[in-house]
């Protein structure tokens, strides 16, 4: 039996047993803290997991002259019970690079208003 959920409920729960896991290693009020520490730290990877939708906006143009092309991509997406718009830079094979910038949405029709004004 296959079973599905929206990836908000999914991203939703990887932040609780992420909590959860860290609260039974360093003790109960460390979990949540340590969590956001972690999620700050890997930000691009989880915003990039998290995303319900994206569009490709162009390529990006590394100061640091990379040895690979990479693209600008808006993401729209859902985690920690908050919906988001953000710009990640991805490689070719579809892994995140890093962020060009992001914004935190109450509704999931603010955040889909901005995702269709990103460029």
Known sequence: MTMFQPIGVASDRVMATLV?????????????????????????????????????????????????????????????GRWFVAVSIVDGDGNAHGLMGRRSFRSECQAREAFAATH
């Open 20 to 80: 959860a896991g860290l609260e039974i290693e360093f003790g109960r009020g460390a979990g949540e803290a340590l969590a956001q520490r972690f999620m700050e730290a890997e930000e691009s990877d989880f915003l990039w997991d998290a995303r319900v939708s994206e569009r490709w906006l162009g390529a990006y143009e590394s100061i640091d002259e990379e040895e690979f092309e990479l693209d600008r991509v808006a993401i729209i997406g859902r985690l920690d």
